[in-house]
Every structure is written in C-alpha cells, then in structure tokens.
C-alpha cells in the first residue's frame, strides 16, 4: 500500500536482513503468508523477490540493503537496537557483488523504469 510520494525498502539498517528475517525472525504463519502473497510455495531466492516487489511498487524511490542484494542471512544485519556492543561491523568486499547480481539489479532497474 504505497503512494507515489512514497519510499519503499525491503529493510533497513535496524531490522535483519530479508533472509534474516524469513529463517529466523518470522513466524511460521509470516513466512506462509509472505509465501502466499509472492506466489510461491516454496522459499527459493526470497531475497529477490522481495527485491522485485519493492522495485515493482508506485512509490518514487526503492531503496535495497546491499545485504539483501546479496541474499545474506543475519550475521550481516547492520544494528540492533538497544544493544550496545556488535553493531556496525558487517562490511562489504568488493568481490561479494558478482556479475550475476549487477545484471539482475540491472534488469530489474530497467523492467520497473528505476533508471
């Protein structure tokens, strides 16, 4: 339910990553229902379509968490609120965005005019 005067996120640097979420974060019924409203019965490259959605909306700006881009799991989340030590230590390397992930950012961009 997003306006065009909106911004849409699949997360961000308070809340686990979208696999983070989906593996170990949600409830049985929240996995199901995120299921349900995908259209898949099973979980296969969740990351992306999550990404697909938030790509896919109205809203003016989309904005994706390398981590999510990336399909990575908890131990990447950025923050946890109120705990005082561990947070902001995931970092990213440059090999971890391989050219499988460019082109589908890329073809995602394209097919949803976020250019």
């Known amino acids: 339910n997003y306006s065009k005067n909106c911004v849409v996120y699949t997360g961000t640097h308070d809340n686990d990553?979208?696999?983070g979420w989906f593996t170990k974060?949600?409830?049985k019924a929240e996995r199901e229902h995120a299921l349900r409203?995908?259209?898949k019965t099973k979980a296969d490259e969740k990351h992306w379509e999550f990404i697909?959605?938030?790509f896919s909306?109205?809203?003016a700006m989309a904005i994706i968490p390398l981590q999510d881009v990336l399909g990575l799991g908890n131990e990447a989340r950025m923050n946890i609120p109120g705990k005082a030590l561990g947070n902001w230590a995931w970092r990213y390397?440059?090999?971890m965005l391989n050219n499988e992930c460019q082109e589908r950012l890329r073809g995602l961009t394209g097919l949803y005019g976020r250019e």
């Open 93 to 95: 390397a440059q090999n």
């Open 52 to 54: 697909r959605l938030a």
């Open 25 to 27: 974060t949600s409830s």
């Open 17 to 19: 990553t979208t696999i």
């Open 57 to 59: 909306s109205v809203a």
């Open 37 to 39: 409203y995908l259209g």
